[in-house]
């Protein structure tokens, strides 16, 4: 009771207990982000033996899932120790670099604990000491997940995508963001809108513009901010991703041709527009000279 009292009165403790926490779990978001696609590659080659040579299907497996193995060395099979796997603190204390082999550690996993924490800040700064504070940050590290494996890989798993959806559904149900009636009518609207876009580019082109995977993930973020949020994140997400794809191109990353993960942008709009969203509709209708 005492923690919880002194995280109300005193927000320096709160944002310092948020951005520690948020480090923490950076450093699990690392596993997953690594892990769980290749659980569920090795989930369909195991389905397709299964189907189509059940005599090769081995007895055993070796366990693979976020827990085991453990964490190693991708170069040298160096098991990572407890003091090599602190947030942030051990890569600049290894100075970037596997403390057996001494092969160069990725920046992007001290960055993504970093992110998290700040992710789970900007919830505190916003919504202060509250259950709405808590679900925004595993809202944010959804998402911030998603956005990584969307990135590698080009998929958004339903494991992340429907628990996010079904989340936001609970939430409401107690109208912590929106009412429920609102946010099944957001699930509805961010499902159905970029399905009819699906198929109007398909029917046009003959091609696949995006995955199901997007469908899903901005039906989830309509069952968390309602569908009166489905504008702005629409609107966010285009912007976002028009900008990257354009500095792509002056850059030479890109060609033209290059299929782009939408995943990405989308959870970036998604977690402005819980922040910040109200206040962006609202600049946006005064600038178009709107009163509500």
């Known amino acids: 009771m005492y923690f919880f009292e002194l995280l109300q009165t005193s927000p320096t403790y709160l944002f310092i207990t948020l951005a520690?926490?948020?480090?923490?779990?950076?450093?699990?978001?690392?596993?997953?982000?690594?892990?769980?696609?290749?659980m569920m590659e090795r989930e369909w080659k195991l389905d397709c033996l299964q189907e189509l040579q059940p005599d090769k299907v081995p007895e055993e497996m070796e366990t693979y899932n976020l827990v085991k193995p453990d964490s190693t060395c991708p170069s040298c099979g160096h098991g990572i120790r407890a003091w090599e796997n602190i947030p942030v603190i051990s890569y600049l204390f290894l100075r970037g670099k596997c403390s057996s082999c001494k092969t160069g550690i990725s920046a992007r996993y001290p960055t993504i604990e970093i992110v998290?924490?700040?992710?789970?800040?900007t919830a505190g700064l916003h919504f202060g000491a509250t259950v709405q504070t808590a679900l925004v940050c595993l809202f944010g590290w959804m998402l911030l997940t998603l956005t990584m494996i969307d990135y590698d890989t080009k998929l958004l798993p339903d494991s992340l995508t429907l628990p996010l959806l079904w989340i936001g559904l609970f939430a409401n149900s107690f109208e912590l963001f929106t009412s429920l009636q609102d946010a099944v009518?957001?699930?509805i609207a961010g499902y159905m809108f970029l399905w009819s876009i699906f198929w109007l580019f398909k029917l046009v082109t003959g091609k696949d513009g995006m995955g199901y995977g997007d469908f899903k993930l901005?039906?989830?973020?309509?069952?968390?901010?309602?569908?009166?949020?489905?504008?702005?994140?629409?609107?966010?997400s285009s912007i976002v991703g028009i900008v990257v794809f354009v500095v792509l191109m002056l850059f030479k990353r890109l060609q033209r041709t290059d299929p782009i993960p939408f995943g990405p942008y989308l959870a970036a709009a998604g977690f402005i527009a819980m922040i910040w969203g109200e206040q962006l509709l609202n600049a946006y209708l005064q600038t178009m000279g709107i009163r509500l």
């Open 20 to 38: 520690v926490f948020g480090l923490l779990i950076g450093s699990f978001l690392n596993v997953v982000i690594h892990r769980l696609p290749v």
């Open 116 to 121: 998290s924490a700040l992710l789970a800040v």
């Open 185 to 187: 009518y957001g699930a």
């Open 218 to 236: 901005l039906a989830a973020l309509g069952a968390w901010m309602g569908w009166q949020s489905m504008p702005v994140v629409i609107l966010l």
